[in-house]
């Protein structure tokens, strides 16, 4: 089963936004603050929970759930670009006093840090990003995607996970326990995305809404992040699982254009703070601890 994830110590809406976004505070009250953002697109926070509430051990973290997805409704008929979510992320970080701006992403958070962050050059009425935490980013260029939607279809259609499928159906707990069956349901459609299918278990299921992430990929168009972060000069930090389906080469050169390391985590997919969470906190707490930025008053 799922673990349980505890109460969150502050939440609410923001009010500055274009639409209203819930966000959530945990950890450590009045210590550096992190913000933490998700993946997706068109997903929400809570399934990065419990896991990643280990940053809050040492510091203050803020994760909210992206327009469009979770708690955080949108107009349908206005469509949700990555410009939306840069804007968006930018009130949060007014609205909610992160200055210093200290970013955690993940998947598609990873990639929302470095769009804010390659905006940011060009609109210096934006807080600049003090330090980025890159986990597992997703595709940086559109090539790198396309080969990522390419290899994790493959997955899902391996005997390994057709396998883990036929043995839920024989189960019978789709009729003996229907609410013990979506779970699993959910973990087997997740599978490809873990270096050993049968590590996607006790996982916190979660949505994509299907409408968000069509039309922020769209906005994105033909996309090169990799080449429009030559120049950025920020302490960062990247880890990548070794057997994600998502190109390695992808994470590899932003780091080299970001001028840091990119740190590979063997026997490990998409999904390092469920499948690796040692080597992966290992990799990125001593990371945090040496780039603390002052705060500012």
Known sequence: MPQPIPAPREEGFTTTT???????????????????????????????????????????????????????????RVPITWQTHVEDMAAIVSELGLDPL??????????LGLLYTIEQRKNAALPAPARLTLINPAPLTRSYRQQFEDEFARRQASPEIQQLRDELTQSDLRERDPEAYRPRAFERSVAGYFSDPRNAKDLTPFRVVARVQQSVWESLGDFDLVQELSGVKIPSIIVHGRDDPIPLASSSEAARALGTKCIVLDDCGHVPYVEQPARLFAAIDPFLDETNPPERS
């Open 102 to 111: 200290s970013i955690v992403g993940y998947s598609w958070g990873a990639m």
């Open 18 to 76: 274009g639409s209203p976004l819930y966000w959530v505070k945990y950890g450590v009250q009045g210590a550096p603050r992190l913000l933490v953002l998700h993946g997706g697109p068109g997903a929400d926070h809570r399934y990065m929970l419990p896991q990643m509430l280990h940053l809050g051990e040492e510091f203050d973290l803020l994760f909210y759930d992206q327009r469009g997805g979770g708690r955080s409704r949108s107009d349908a």
